[in-house]
């Protein structure tokens, strides 16, 4: 066969719903030596990654650790350790991320009631409340930061509720960690899984997560094995426990990049990423309204670092735009998915790329471009918008 | 909490039985700024890659792919989505790894029929024939290359067997892919998989694999959904395929490592490489005989990339050489798993570290350990049969 060239990719700046931008930082960590998956040296750099990601998911979980693959195997996990076919589980389901932990709970054998709203939507504490109550499930699953639709889901009160029913309390926080709060002791949350490549700015391939100790006894008093022999935690933990016992070949690559990736968040300081977060996030919205754009969410639910915004009046196509994005102005966007594919675009702000530069190479590009396709857009009305709500942050 | 020291890990050579060191340029690769993973530029890479993966298998099939996880991922990927609860399974368990694909198919739901042989052993065709024969089973379990013994399985007649029975024939290539022959079409193979850390020469995260047409119409006419969501090919080649929808954000990083490692296979060509193993193969051997150590497997089963040799008279504890090697010498090897733990050492000379200087790297190092641990080894004994032996090659 003929040996394609070396990798030459095109120059991009990622601002779809991820991956982001992996930080240069953590790029150049990639490119360091291997280390063996047990030598004494990488056993520390593994306790270093741990002591990290409890601080970045504010708990003192013991088993805190990154999965060997990407977010949605952090999904897998979570389910796959905690339930055994036959359990009951309630699932939130407004967006196609818990369509998906639907999916992944059913293939445990589990009997699943989903709570639904139509996509967008937030759930309520009292409706979850009634049917978490009559059911009585094993586990309830939430998505924190659903990515299809942008939405924010509130937590308070669930760690309560699920302690008085004895239900345990799973959330997707695959695009909020990093980006706005997660807090799984203060929320009394019982397993959580999220990924590399948004708020934490590495490259795809880990799936950070973390189990409460009502978690890891669940595991423990499992009446069968763990369908997955990969997302084992009970032999995960062997490894990344204190016996360092070999289960699957650690991706050294990938710890390198979250090592760095984690140390650069914390260098920053949660609250301070969070605040510089909100304050782009207000900024990009001044600018996407003033070009014709309304959001998916609910305002007071609306992640910062997530825009799900409908096409603006006149643009009936949402491909021509971004391809225009993509191949002019190297910037790529993100599109709808499941029953919002075709309506909306999908623009992230996460990790490294929520930055002010950022937000106005976005909205010069997306001037021009909605001009060219016969928007009537006042000359720079986006970059404007943006300018004043910087402005008024001071 | 204090943030940890950005990443300064030792200089090691990594000779253990895998991860094994990433070629330079692998690395430089891993350090190329990231594009989205439905990019029209990646879509071309992903394309590449598979092109490179099919010649190294050797095989036409269009189902040819990295699994976004490490190799024992690719285990259960072929598993999980062969076989349904209730299905009969052949086993040949003769190491610490076919042990573990009888785990992977019980939690399958499967009915296992192990053949067994000490480790260390290799299985006569006529025997697994019987078995098979009697049996009948969907499916035959063999691994190729056993990293805890070093043993390379012959594989003739399994194909024509596995027809003849209607049995999936899955077989276990971590070891061997891109470093002894490995022949999926002209084998019959119908499903195998590897390792990037290994003959590929690049960080362990992902397992490459490939299904025959017979494994996808097995796939196709599955009865149950496959119990895993993450691995379930018939969700993953939608994304790989034509589609190109999304299934789990691909692990963009490691798929431009492999992209770098099979070119560096294809440029060096497959034959080169297998030669290259078995000329450094012969001189390792020949050093580590001198001094005193005898190999697991037998001598025209024994793999080329791979030496588990028992620790030579005098050495009681394998522990303390392989640490004084690791802290003194930076080399790393590897010990032993299972029944063979504390028993022998294994030794890794697999892609861009089959060669000669390091194989005089080791045996000096070697020498001097073992010297100094009370051995009466006559001064260069190892390097100076490593010498004979590369000029007996020529």
Redesign the interface.
């Known amino acids: 066969?003929t040996?394609?060239p070396?990798?030459q990719?095109?120059?991009?700046l990622?601002l779809?719903p991820?991956?982001s931008?992996?930080h240069q930082r953590v790029?150049?960590?990639?490119?360091?030596?291997?280390?063996?998956?047990l030598?004494p040296?990488?056993l520390t750099?593994m306790a270093?990654v741990q002591?990290?990601l409890r601080?970045v998911f504010r708990t003192g979980n013991m088993l805190t650790l990154p999965i060997?693959?990407?977010?949605?195997?952090g999904?897998?996990t979570c389910l796959v350790n905690l339930v055994e076919p036959g359990d009951k589980v309630v699932i939130c389901n407004g967006g196609f991320f818990s369509n998906?932990m639907v999916?992944?709970a059913?293939?445990?054998g589990t009997h699943v009631t989903e709570i639904k709203r139509p996509w967008g939507g937030v759930f309520p504490l009292d409706e979850i409340a009634e049917v978490v109550r009559r059911v009585r499930p094993k586990m309830l699953g939430v998505v924190h930061a659903e990515t299809s639709t942008g939405v924010l889901q509130p937590l308070d009160g669930l760690g309560e509720l699920c302690r008085e029913t004895g239900t345990l309390l799973v959330i997707d926080t695959v695009t909020s960690l990093a980006c706005v709060p997660v807090e799984l002791d203060a929320w009394g949350v019982d397993a959580a899984y999220s990924?590399s490549?948004k708020g934490l700015a590495c490259?795809?391939?880990l799936s950070p997560m973390s189990f409460s100790q009502r978690a890891l006894d669940t595991l423990h008093n499992r009446k069968a094995?763990?369908?997955?022999?990969?997302?084992d935690l009970s032999l995960i933990t062997q490894y990344w426990g204190q016996d360092r016992s070999?289960?699957?070949?650690?991706?050294?690559?990938?710890v390198?990049?979250i090592?760095?990736g984690l140390?650069i968040v914390?260098?920053e300081g949660l609250e301070n990423r969070f605040a510089r977060h909100r304050r782009n996030y207000k900024a990009l919205r001044a600018g996407l309204e003033a070009l014709g754009m309304r959001y998916v969410a609910p305002d007071a639910h609306q992640l910062p670092q997530l825009h799900a915004v409908y096409l603006p009046a006149g643009i009936t196509e949402e491909l021509p735009v971004r391809k225009r994005l993509?191949e002019t102005f190297g910037i790529?966007i993100g599109g709808g998915?499941g029953e919002l594919k075709g309506k909306i675009w999908r623009i992230g702000l996460m990790g490294c790329n929520s930055r002010a530069d950022v937000v106005y190479s976005l909205l010069g590009a997306l001037e021009r471009v909605l001009s060219e396709a016969g928007l009537g857009i006042a000359p720079g009305a986006g970059t404007i918008a943006a300018q004043k709500a910087y402005s008024a942050a001071g």
């Open positions: 066969m040996i394609p070396a990798l990719p095109p120059s991009r990622l779809g991820g991956p931008d992996a790029l150049r960590a990639m490119a360091t030596p291997l280390l063996g998956h030598d040296a990488f750099i270093e002591e990290m601080a060997s693959a990407t977010g949605m195997a999904m897998e998906r999916d992944v059913q293939r445990c990924c490549q490259p795809p391939g094995k763990v369908q997955s022999w990969y997302l070999y289960h699957h070949t650690g991706p050294i690559t990938s390198y990049a090592h760095e140390r914390l260098e993509l790529e998915l």
